[in-house]
């Protein structure tokens, strides 16, 4: 009867923790990165209609949180086929050396209930930069959907030279919607 009640006990640990620690799954179709970045003084506005985030997000256990996202340059999108095609090479983003974006968070800190502080670096065109940006974030019983906006120097990276033309600041907006499981 002992032996019994210590296995259920274990299973009854066990799924706890596994459920605690699954990932959540991306809704494709929910989730944007979108951009914008002033061209002649006009603000040009874009999207990445590729990217894979991996994440999982428990305000109660943060250290085990996390949000990694990997962007598929080749999807550019700027309503502008030959600027598209101008933007994946050298002087741009290089996509024959530099096929993807990638972010990789290192910690998230409570700020509020709501905003969050992600950690994290982004690797641009092989160059590899610290950046930190405020998290919005929701949840309900089924998705956690987390929000935010940063800025980003394309200089800093490599993107697009010395250029007058174009600013150097881009404005960046993701969200993120990812389902529990």
């Known amino acids: 009867m002992l032996m019994r009640l210590k296995i259920i006990l274990l299973v009854f640990v066990l799924g706890a923790f596994t459920c605690f620690s699954q990932e959540l799954v991306q809704d494709k179709t929910a989730s944007k990165i979108t951009f914008t970045i002033k061209n002649f003084g006009f603000n040009v506005p874009g999207n990445f209609n590729q990217f894979i985030a991996s994440s999982n997000f428990s305000a109660s256990n943060l ?16 309503d502008s086929e030959a600027r598209d095609k101008h933007l994946l090479e050298v002087d741009y983003f290089n ?12 910690a998230i800190e409570k700020i509020t209930s709501a905003k969050y502080l992600l950690k994290g670096f982004i690797t641009i065109k092989g ?3 610290r950046v930190e940006t405020i ?28 250029s007058f033309l174009l600013s150097k600041e881009v404005n960046i907006k993701m969200k993120y919607v990812g389902n529990k499981n």
């Open 63 to 78: 250290k085990g949180s996390f949000l990694n996202v990997k962007i598929g340059v080749s999807s550019i999108f700027t």
């Open 95 to 106: 996509i024959k050396k530099y096929p993807n974006i990638v972010f990789e968070s290192i």
């Open 127 to 129: 160059i590899k930069k």
């Open 135 to 162: 998290l919005n974030v929701t949840t309900s019983k089924s998705t956690v959907t987390i929000l935010t906006d940063f800025s980003l120097n394309r200089r800093d990276f490599g993107v697009g030279g010395s």
